[in-house]
């Protein structure tokens, strides 16, 4: 199946700095949705967005469907050291769901 | 939330065995399951989608005969890998959701290692 483009692949930052990655696909869909995986364990769902153009926020983090429908984003804002992680953006058409690649998120105190 | 659970969380075995994997969902009937496997630094590849009552939809390139998937209730999906061997090693998650156009939520995957 068709990869998701995320990026940035990793990002080392501050504790206290604004994070920003995003998704791009080829492809059309109608759902985007937000994971976050620590080591060893499953994703968890971080934010779902439905409609072309939303943005949606939870607590410290943001997220907004493109207008394509092709892309979205996602912002954390003043990160703290539990933000570690690695972040995957998915799209979803339908049954059809694809992964990005992850983003890699380090924090430093 | 909706919780999905996935036992056992870490298993080592031999070459040679078979080994089960259970993924429930605990607090609703999950109409559809599907199983990932991950391996190191690398993303969710999406393995077969299983279906309530019916025969499992494998992805291109994933054994059927080799990755079993039973999905006999609406709360219960098993993966088994049969006559493992070490390059079956990886972290298999599982996700369950409630219907059609539906969000699905993970298990918390199960770590195997093949010796």
């Known amino acids: 199946g068709q990869q998701l483009n995320q990026s940035p692949q990793s990002m080392f930052i501050q504790e206290g700095e604004d994070v920003s990655m995003n998704c791009t696909s080829s492809?059309?869909?109608?759902?985007w949705l937000w994971y976050k995986q620590d080591p060893g364990e499953g994703p968890v769902l971080l934010i779902a967005?439905?409609?072309?153009?939303e943005l949606t926020s939870n607590g410290r983090l943001t997220a907004q469907f493109g207008i394509t429908r092709k892309d979205s984003f996602l912002n954390i804002s003043a990160s703290i050291p539990s933000d570690v992680g690695i972040y995957f953006c998915?799209?979803?058409?339908?049954?059809?769901?694809?992964f990005g690649a992850g983003t890699r998120l380090t924090v430093k105190p | 939330g909706a919780v999905v659970s996935q036992h056992p969380s870490r298993v080592i075995c031999k070459s040679g065995t078979s080994v089960k994997i259970e993924c429930r969902s605990l607090d609703f009937q999950a109409t559809t399951m599907f199983w990932y496997r991950q391996f190191p630094k690398q993303s969710l590849m999406l393995m077969a989608t299983?279906?309530?009552?019916?025969?499992?939809?494998?992805e291109q390139g994933v054994e059927k005969d080799k990755f079993l998937i039973n999905h006999a209730s609406l709360t219960l999906s098993t993966l088994t890998v049969t006559s493992a061997h070490p390059e079956d090693s990886s972290f298999y998650i599982c996700?369950?959701?409630?219907?059609?156009?539906?969000?699905?939520?993970f298990g918390q995957g199960t770590r195997l290692t093949v010796v």
């Open positions: 299983s279906n309530e009552g019916s025969k499992a939809t494998y």
């Open positions: 492809s059309i869909f109608n759902t």
């Open positions: 996700s369950a959701r409630k219907g059609p156009n539906t969000e699905a939520f």
């Open positions: 967005l439905y409609k072309a153009g």
């Open positions: 998915a799209g979803r058409w339908g049954n059809d769901m694809r």
